[in-house]
């Protein structure tokens, strides 16, 4: 069965901690790993990884994708109170209907005290 | 842009009563998709429509519930009866392509209460 497996499930730090969120799957017919933040409404897109080894990088946010060991890591240096959110990576693999399906996990819940 | 719109935004209703939730894709969008999140299984999809016509719907998970797509801005997922375990955050998302993932714009989401 297709899965994705996010830890920690929830974590607490300090504002400007590095926090390192990790994405393990088992899909077959891989194509993409998305990572979105969602904020107590809808979720917004953050990263997309289709290519081991090469960092994805928005501002104080970087991501890595290993295709090998089948995991992802989120890394958010410097962290902020409005870094606090639900981040959700998402696993797309291919249906034969040529359509990419999104299998998400349950996500981490980051909380960054002041 | 408005964006996806949903409606409605909160919905209380008792098991055993019928329930539609209504989405409006993104104008030019080909590609709709429902979402069903829930605290225990996370974000699931649920169906997908492409050009208006059902393409996956293996997340739907029983008779009770149905999804439409009439025309390209409009969709509707009814549950019917409702039972508590429906009880959920349901998200409807389009885009242009249904092989371009992060392009699905995700609407505000109903989150539904059955008692």
């Known amino acids: 069965e297709d899965k994705v497996v996010q830890s920690p499930l929830s974590l607490v730090v300090h504002e400007g901690d590095t926090v390192t969120l990790n994405c393990s799957y088992e899909?077959?017919?891989?194509?993409?790993l998305l990572w979105y933040k969602q904020e107590k409404k809808a979720p917004t897109f953050l990263f997309m990884l289709?290519?081991?080894?090469i960092e994805k990088k928005s501002g104080r946010l970087s991501s890595i994708l290993d295709k090998k060991e089948l995991f992802s890591i989120l890394n958010i240096t410097a962290t902020q109170t409005g870094d606090s959110a639900v981040y959700l990576c998402?696993?797309?693999?291919?249906?034969?209907?040529?359509?990419?399906?999104?299998?998400f996990g349950t996500g981490t819940r980051l909380l960054v005290s002041p | 842009d408005a964006g996806v719109i949903q409606s409605p935004r909160h919905e209380v209703t008792e098991m055993g009563q019928e329930v539609t939730l209504r989405c409006k894709p993104i104008?030019?969008?080909?590609?709709l998709f429902w979402y069903r999140q829930t605290m225990m299984r996370g974000l699931e999809l649920l169906i997908y429509?492409?050009?208006?016509?059902?393409?996956?719907d293996s997340g739907m998970p029983e008779d009770r519930f149905s999804a439409k797509m009439p025309n390209a801005s409009f969709s509707t997922l009814k549950i019917q009866p409702s039972e508590p375990r429906d009880s959920a955050v349901y998200f409807c998302?389009?885009?242009?392509?249904?092989?371009?993932?992060?392009?699905?714009?995700f609407g505000p989401g109903t989150r539904l209460t059955v008692l």
């Open positions: 899909v077959t017919n891989f194509r993409s």
């Open positions: 429509f492409n050009n208006n016509v059902p393409i996956d």
């Open positions: 104008s030019g969008h080909n590609s």
């Open positions: 998402a696993v797309g693999y291919r249906l034969n209907t040529g359509f990419q399906k999104l299998v």
């Open positions: 289709t290519s081991s080894g």
């Open positions: 998302a389009s885009s242009f392509s249904p092989d371009i993932p992060n392009e699905q714009f």
